[in-house]
Nanobody
């Protein structure tokens, strides 16, 4: 069992930055691929970024590539998402997730946080 708690969301102007953090409980954090997903009102949940168990491999959605950076610290059981050059289209609830079977398919992740709201004003 893994419990995930996100933090760091908020309101920011377009062009600004935010850093999301996800803290995981349990001693098996390093076994999991960690992902960030987001869901805007009226839209389906979409993949944002993922990182391999060791942190050596990362994946990004095309819409955030070059602006967002995912990182993890297995000693601290945390995974972060640094978001730069934010645009209003980034507005959504952001979720942290842990899984072993996929990087980009949200349906294959096993554990989810409660989400944190990110709002980007124009």
């Amino acid at each position: 069992q893994v419990k995930l708690v996100e933090s760091g969301g908020g309101l920011v102007q377009a062009g600004g930055s935010l850093r999301l953090s996800c803290a995981a409980s349990g001693r098996t954090f390093s076994r999991y691929v960690m992902g960030w997903f987001r869901q805007a009102p009226g839209k389906e949940r979409e993949f944002v970024a993922a990182i391999s168990q060791s942190g050596s491999t990362t994946f990004y959605a095309d819409s955030v590539k070059g602006r967002f950076t995912i990182s993890r610290d297995n000693a601290k059981n945390t995974v972060d998402l640094q978001m730069n050059s934010l645009v209003p289209e980034d507005t959504a609830v952001y979720y942290c997730a842990a899984g072993v079977n996929s990087y980009m398919n949200h349906a294959l992740y096993d554990y989810w946080g409660q989400g944190t709201q990110v709002t980007v004003s124009s």
